[in-house]
């Protein structure tokens, strides 16, 4: 598991993690990721799922967490690059009712304008 920040034009900051995201060190690496960008108030946060095969529900909830932190503020975020078991999570769960959801990354980038 592997999670990379970088920023983009825009004042965009982009978080993509690969692997699995299971919890511990890899969940603490993303909750980490996030509380940066927050710090440093990047109000548009894209996390590009393309490469994670597998997440539970630890995962979720650190999703979640990151959502509510950057809706409370009036900030937004979108995810990325759900591959198929992923998504049908998403969707049993209702998650699709939660988060932005887009296919690609230029998708979720352009969705802020």
Known sequence: MSVKT???EGGVALLEA????????ETDKVRAAVAGF???????LVI?????TFLNST???????????YTKKGWKIKLCGVNKNINNIFVITKLTLVFDV????EEAIRSFA
Do not use: F, M, N
Not at 59 to 69: E, F, K, M, N, R
């Open 48 to 52: 590009d799922l393309s490469g994670v």
């Open 6 to 8: 970088s920023t983009l």
């Open 38 to 44: 927050v710090d440093r108030e990047y109000q548009k």
């Open 18 to 25: 690969s692997g699995s995201l299971v919890g511990g060190e």
């Open 59 to 69: 995962a979720i909830g650190v999703l979640v967490a990151a959502q509510t932190s």
């Open 102 to 105: 887009h296919d690609t990354r």
